[in-house]
Every structure is written in C-alpha cells, then in structure tokens.
C-alpha cells in the first residue's frame, strides 16, 4: 500500500514560510513552527492515509480505502466533508485537484525519514555514521500509529514499518559494534528485542554487542532469557547458532545445566566451583582429591 519508504527529505517550508511537521510514529500530531495543530479525528485519518500514500491517489481510491464499509456515494460525502474539516487548520495540508489527492510537499513527515534512514541502514556497501544517533534509534523504536490499529489500512502500513524497523535495529546494532561504540549498540540491541521479543535474530545481535565489550556474562543472562522466552512461548530451544555464542566453558558434563523441557540440548553454563559439605565422619570418595581445602571439591 503505502510508498513512504521511498521518500527523501528536505522539502521546503510552506508558502507563509512556517516549518509544518507531522509526526506518525507513537502517537498523531500535527506543528506548526513547533506548535500543536488541532484537527478533527477524520481530517487526521485522511492526513495520514495522504501521507502514507507518499503520491497523489484518485478521490475514488481514498474514500474507498477509508471507508470500506459504506456505499461509494457515501463514503465519497464523508471524504468531502474530511477534506472542509483539513482546511480549518488554517493551513495548507492537502493539494487537492478535482481528481486527485496528496499531502502537501512542504510538510515534513517523521516516518519517512525514519523509513530513509532505516533503509541506509540496511544497505550494508555504505557507511551511514551519520545516522548512528540516538533519534535514530528512537524513531526505529517507535511503532506507526499504535492506537489505530482499528482500521485495516492502517494494520497493512503498520506491519510494514514494524519489519522493517526490525531489521533496521539489528543492522544499526551490528554497525554500532563494529565501530567499538558498544554502549550505543547495547542500547539499540535491546530496543530490538524490546520490539519482538521472540525474535532471535535480535538476541542474537545483542549478545555479539556484549561480547565484543567482553561482558561474557551479559550475552549469557541475554541467552537465558531468549531460552527462556522461547520456551515458554512456542515450546522451542534456541538454535545451535545462538548456542554457539554463548562464552566456551571447561569442564566436562553438563551436570551444571538447569532442568528443562522441550527436548533440546542443556543450556550452557559458566564455569563455577561447587561447594559440597561433609559429615566430618564421613570418608572422601575414591579419586577425591584430598589435598583440597576442606569442604570442596575441585571444578
């Protein structure tokens, strides 16, 4: 549906000269010069749906997708009447011809810049160190308009910006690695798995974040608890991929790995030193080693 992953910023003010701003991502507003815009819940549908279109759309098309459940001659009265509600913001908003709708080119909408720069971030043969901010990883951790999710169209754009804002997130997280910021990419890590928490890939890129900080035991707590999400949600083991990033241990056994169910393979543990108590009566076990402190036994 929507063409706002093909967007490029930078268009210009409007014709009074004011910066108009709409903002999609959490919540709907529209600013001017900063400041709040009222405007009726159905001149903001049809704003939205103009901005997400990112092209002009027939007025048949519009009213169409925007009420579905009415006859044409209806749904075209309500999109008449839409379109007198945009005009009382007092400010231009639409281009409207007797055929065709469109946003107005001179509002800068915040999803497709998000949209741009998660693109960038994806395509992995240019650097984008530009883009490495933390707005960046705040627009990427922003659904599209969560509150609407009453209206078909809207759960279409929705599921599109939410994949794509996904991969995004692990891309940025790989990239805030590999230049050695990992505290920013810790952050943008866990605000991919904040956004799916089922989704391994996002563990996955998270724990490499902590390795390479050398904090095995972070990327092992990052491991349990995908493990433990992924068990209890969809009665799944992790795959050897992500059990394969889990710090080496030595030490034979697996007599330190917890219980489980769902069949897969124990979940890798850091090396420890147990400590067993004996009866002071009792006689050490053949091939204990008694030069040992009293009270434990070697690892």
Sequence with gaps: MGHWS??????????EGHVMTLRLLKSFALSV????VPISSSAQRLLAFLALQNMPRSRTYV??????????????????????????????????????????????????????????????SHPCDDILTAQTREDLSADLLPEWSENEW????????????????????????AAGRHGEAVAAGLAAVRAEPLRESAHRVLMNAHLAAGNRGAALRQYEQCRRVLLEELGLEPSQTLRDLVPAH?????????????????APQLPTRRIVCHPASEVPAQG???SAPAGTVPA
């Design 6 to 15: 093909q967007y490029r910023p930078g268009g210009p003010m409007s014709a």
């Design 33 to 36: 010069d900063q400041n709040r």
């Design 63 to 124: 009213a169409g997708m925007l009420w579905p459940d009415v006859t044409a001659s209806r749904a075209n009265a309500n999109l008449r009447s839409s379109l007198w509600r945009a005009t009382r913001t007092g400010h231009q908003v639409i281009d409207a011809s007797t055929q065709e709708l469109a946003i107005c080119k001179h509002i800068d909408v915040d999803i497709h810049v998000a949209a741009t720069r998660a693109h960038r971030l994806l395509d992995m």
């Design 154 to 177: 809207v759960l279409v754009e929705q599921e599109q910006y939410h994949e794509l804002r996904l991969y995004a997130l692990e891309a940025m997280t790989e990239r805030l690695t």
């Design 250 to 266: 030595s030490g034979g056994g697996d007599a330190g790995a917890p219980a489980h169910s769902g069949g897969g393979s124990a």
């Design 288 to 290: 204990t080693d008694t």
